[in-house]
């Protein structure tokens, strides 16, 4: 079977200011609109800058995402946005378990776990974010702690939520480091991803379920990265902050999808 449709999300980080990120939507939605009709983009802004790059995309192009979100919709927890803050703003979609929230702010499996399940019950759809650490990969870990992240991800998330999830492949140590697993490294992990789907659920679940690479992805190295049979699909940091090499990008998903 050929790949889903693909799906390529431009994840800003903690960068742009108000003005800029208006800048950046609009350009991007003007750069990836020739390619729209062929693949789903979205874009992941700040959430202070939420709304106004939900207003610059509009409805029905380029979609708008968040970074993170709370396992709760809404109480006494400072400092969290909650899943139903994002549906009043229009946000369709959420990243979970990026690797600089595991990494960096320290979050484990277990709450990755119930954010996803919270985001799917509030009617978002969500990219679940796994990957392996240059010692994990060392340490011949690659497999099981991809299978490991991606298992306690998805605990308790029944077969019916599955069309509103993605999952991203970002090898930690290819992350904003110029570093890019090689295509065929890239598969080999997507491939093993797509098996856990397999036993997780069924074969129409494994076939369907788009599978991203992150991880250093540019104008150069997506073409060779997306003709991999089991990468859908990309989830783009650095290059996602120019319009022009985001919508390259999305250019080759399109061209090869
Ligand atoms: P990068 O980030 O493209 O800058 O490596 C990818 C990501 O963290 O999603």
Redesign the pocket.
């Known amino acids: 079977m050929g790949h889903p449709r693909p799906f390529v999300?431009g994840?800003w980080?903690m960068n742009t200011d108000l003005a800029s990120a208006v800048e950046l939507a609009g350009n991007v939605a003007a750069g990836c609109s020739p390619f729209l009709e062929r693949v789903d983009v979205a874009v992941f802004p700040p959430f202070p800058y939420l709304q106004a790059v939900g207003r610059t995309l509009g409805h029905d192009g380029v979609m708008l995402g968040a970074q993170d979100v709370f396992d709760q919709p809404r109480g006494a927890f400072t400092g969290e946005v909650g899943t139903e803050m994002l549906l009043d703003l229009n946000v369709g979609m959420v990243?979970i378990g990026?690797?600089?929230r595991r990494h960096v702010i320290g979050e484990p499996d277990d709450l990755v776990n119930r954010k996803l399940r919270a985001a799917l019950v509030a009617g978002l759809s969500a990219t679940l974010?796994v990957g392996e650490t240059m010692e994990q990969r060392k340490a011949g870990g690659t497999k099981p702690v991809n299978v490991g992240q991606l298992r306690a991800g998805l605990r308790g998330v029944p077969k019916e939520q599955m069309r509103q999830v993605t999952i991203?492949y970002?090898p930690v140590w290819?992350?904003?480091?110029?570093l890019?697993a090689t295509p065929q490294d890239a598969e080999t992990v997507h491939k093993v991803l797509r098996e856990t789907l397999r036993d997780l659920y069924d074969e129409p679940i494994a076939e369907s379920t788009r599978i991203q690479y992150?991880?250093?992805?540019?104008a150069n190295n997506a073409e060779a990265l997306f003709a991999q049979p089991d990468i859908d699909g990309f989830?783009?940091?650095?290059?996602?902050l120019d319009a022009d090499s985001f919508a390259a990008i999305v250019r080759a998903a399109a061209d090869h999808g």
Not at 174 to 178: E, F, K, L
Not at 214 to 218: A, K, P, Q
């Open positions: 999300g994840n980080k990243l990026h690797s600089e974010c991203a970002e290819a992350i904003g480091t110029g890019t992150g991880g250093s992805v540019s989830l783009v940091g650095g290059a996602s």
